[in-house]
């Protein structure tokens, strides 16, 4: 069986509203065995589990609640990224709408492990249902004295707030997300410090992804040593792969770290859709590296990805078949950064536009070789000097084509001399 429902094991057996059919699924059971523990032992588990966050860095998890831990002044705040902008992926939705309270219960070990008093749920604007569903599952844990001050008469309070964002994909950004909770436009911070000395509100904070909150209960429920034996060595437990383009079946699937790609699109996926010919596939969302049917051997890994200068980005695998042309889709990508960057630094700001120029001379079969050192220069000061993930992260798609397909863009610079010829 390649899918390992960890975090899926709920799905279908539960209303999603329903905090008795939580509770009956040994929901909570996590959270009261974490208050019976001291809370640095807490977070020794999640250091012990080896976790990576989930929200497509992959820094570790432990790392970051300890910080938050060490951290005197109040209140500190719990913060769960719920924005979800990248195109491709959609898992924090389905999990969010098929078992919120398990995203409240994460939120709560932590919490309880760093001494947090106050939660926020910032979740995507055209979330709207699993925002009804979270605010509905909210409302329930504060009824069951999950919420509130003296949880379950234990001497913790903590309460949960959940904000709306408003289409920005730059505020899924931590320190952007930070701004825009603190009603300001959604542009990031020079980083240090980091939002666990001076979050929101200049107070420390502890911001986490959807799928990193709802581990924290499977961790202290099987302990974090069982939980590292799950996936490989570099990137433990399971991981939510959203899985969509020119696939068969589409949706979010559940596999341990270390399943091979090709495995997802076919065992999961049924295959290409219509028996068309895969062409590439793109990783992580449109922030991702674009890579050739021959490296689809290549595992689910943190560091796989990272050799190809990129992260593992939030699980997202996009198929795209022969149908779609190399150009048209790199155009498309960099329409998008262009139009979500926040313009706040240069090589982003004027970098996206200049990218779409030079793109559309391979378009136009009016490019040149100098305009493919152009588009590499490029893409690489992007890549190295822009303020934030969005900006650094843009070009990838490109940089990952040159390396893998970089006949495509010779083959097009000659197909450009011979209209000129012509
Ligand atoms: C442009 C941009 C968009 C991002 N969007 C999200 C998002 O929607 N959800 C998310 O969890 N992290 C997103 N991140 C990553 C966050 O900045 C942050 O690393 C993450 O929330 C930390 O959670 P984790 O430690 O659980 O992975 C984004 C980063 C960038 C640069
Ligand atoms: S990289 Fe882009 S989104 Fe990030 S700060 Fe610079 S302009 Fe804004």
Redesign the pocket.
Known sequence: MITMPLLTKRFGKIRPTSIKDYMAHEGYEAFKKALLMDRIEVIGEVERSKIRGRGGAGFPAHIKLMALAKEKATPKYVVCNADEGEPGNFKDRHLMEHDPHAVIEGMLIAAYATRATHGVIYIRGEYQHAMNLMKQAVKAAYEEKLLGDNILDQGMSFDIEIRSGAGSY?CG?EFALLESLEGKAG??RVKPPFPTEKGLFGKPTLINNVETFANYPVIIDMTGAAYAKIGTPSSTGTKLISLSGNVKNKGVYEVPFGVPIRTIINELGGGVAGGRKLKMVQLGGACGPIIPEYMLDMIVDFDRFEEFESKTGAGAIIVIDDRFDFFDLLSNISRFFAH??????T???EGNLQLIKTIQKFIDKKATEKDLSALESQARVMHYT???????TAPTAIISMLYFFRGVFLERIEASEMEVSS
């Open positions: 730059v950004e542009r990031t979500e960057s926040c313009g706040k630094c090589p982003c700001r822009s303020l934030c993930g969005l900006g650094q």
